[in-house]
Nanobody
Framework: QVQLVESGGGLVQAGGSLRLSCAAS????????MGWYRQAPGKQREFIAR???????NYADSVKGRFTISRDNAKNTVYLQMNSLKPEDTAVYYC????????WGQGTQVTVSS
C-alpha cells in the first residue's frame, strides 16, 4: 500500500508564495520521477513540474521562473516552491510519483486572490 500525503496549500494574495509538500510512504521502491500537476475548475489536469531521481527538472512554460520543484530522496518527499503567484494559478494541485506503478496524491487546494 502506497500513500501520498500532500500539504501546504491555502489562500494567498497575488504576488505571494506557497510551498507544497508531498510525502510518499508505504511499500514504494525505486522512485523514478516525482511531479506536480494541477486542475482548475472546468479545465483538464495539466502538468506543472517534474523531477527525476537524478535531479533533472522540467517545467510547464506557464510556471517557469516562478515555481521550483525539489525532492528529498531520503524522505521520499517532493516539494513545489511557488513564488509570484497569480490568480490563474488557482487550482487543486496533485503530486505524482512514478515507480513500478503510478501514484497520485489526493490534491491540495491553492487559491490566489487578486
Amino acid at each position: 500500500q502506497v500513500q501520498l500525503v500532500e500539504s501546504g496549500g491555502g489562500l494567498v494574495q497575488a504576488g505571494g508564495s506557497l510551498r507544497l509538500s508531498c510525502a510518499a510512504s508505504g511499500s514504494i521502491f525505486s522512485i523514478n520521477a516525482m511531479g506536480w500537476y494541477r486542475q482548475a475548475p472546468g479545465k483538464q489536469r495539466e502538468f506543472i513540474a517534474r523531477i527525476t531521481s537524478a535531479g533533472s527538472t522540467n517545467y510547464a512554460d506557464s510556471v517557469k521562473g516562478r515555481f521550483t520543484i525539489s525532492r528529498d530522496n531520503a524522505k521520499n518527499t517532493v516539494y513545489l516552491q511557488m513564488n509570484s503567484l497569480k490568480p490563474e494559478d488557482t487550482a487543486v494541485y496533485y503530486c505524482r510519483v512514478v515507480s513500478a506503478a503510478d501514484y497520485w496524491g489526493q490534491g491540495t487546494q491553492v487559491t490566489v486572490s487578486s
